[in-house]
């Protein structure tokens, strides 16, 4: 199957910084991504939708200024916390979905604890 | 929204024991899709399905997407320690929609 990464595996930031999170398809273009949070031991649950060369789309509850995504590439999207909170502490996944098919691949995801 | 149903929420077999698990929704999807997720990981995709009645098999996984395109299941046969983990079974209600998941189900293989 495809190939999807993510970095970083883990992050531990302070309160009120930034923190950004990079996913990457490694063996194929993807033009749409998708970035995913995770509670624990919980179903996925989407927070954007990424277009390469356009803004994200992003789901309903989900802040666009809190979470920026950029896809400026056809193999990389980011996902940019700002201003993290410890309510923002959680596992962020992305997926990206292999051109003219259903199919998404994800990313190992990125533990994020905000102190 | 789109709601997945999936059970059982969780499963506890013995070493060699055949596993079943399914998906239902109330209306038609046009895809499914079974992925496995390890703890501290990201989803696996396993099977992918694409046309009702479609029976899919990897290894000892098989995968069927049902015929009134509402429902399918996943089988492992004769399971062991490393199946462990948590199936999610995920669609898409039309042709380029989001993909939609099931709770999951979480899987114990004892020895």
Redesign the interface.
């Known amino acids: 199957?495809a190939v999807?990464s993510?970095h970083p595996s883990r992050v531990i930031c302070k309160s009120g910084t930034s923190v950004k999170i990079e996913c990457r398809s490694l063996d194929f273009q993807a033009t749409t991504m998708?970035w995913y949070r995770q509670f624990p031991k919980?179903?996925?649950m989407?927070m954007a939708?990424s277009n390469e060369g356009s803004k994200a789309t992003y789901e309903q509850g989900v802040e666009k200024d809190k979470f920026l995504i950029n896809h400026a590439s056809l193999t990389l999207s980011t996902l940019t916390v700002t201003s993290a909170h410890p309510e923002d502490s959680s596992?962020y996944?992305c997926?990206a979905r292999v051109p003219r098919?259903?199919?998404?691949?994800?990313?190992?995801?990125t533990?994020l604890t905000v102190t | 929204g789109q709601q997945l149903n999936q059970s059982p929420q969780s499963m506890f077999i013995q070493e060699g024991e055949d596993v079943s698990m399914n998906c239902t929704s109330s209306s038609i999807f046009n895809t499914w899709l079974w992925y496995k997720q390890d703890p501290g990981e990201g989803p696996v995709l396993l099977i992918a399905l694409y046309k009702a009645g479609e029976l899919t098999s990897n290894g000892r996984l098989t995968a069927q997407f049902g015929i009134t395109r509402k429902d399918s299941f996943l089988n492992i046969s004769a399971s062991i320690p490393s199946d462990v983990g948590i199936y999610f079974c995920a669609g898409h209600p039309d042709s380029w929609g989001k993909l939609q998941f099931g709770a999951g189900t979480q899987v114990v293989v004892t020895p």
């Open positions: 199957g999807v993510q998708f919980q179903s996925l989407l939708t596992f996944i997926s098919t259903h199919e998404q691949y994800f990313g190992p995801g533990r």
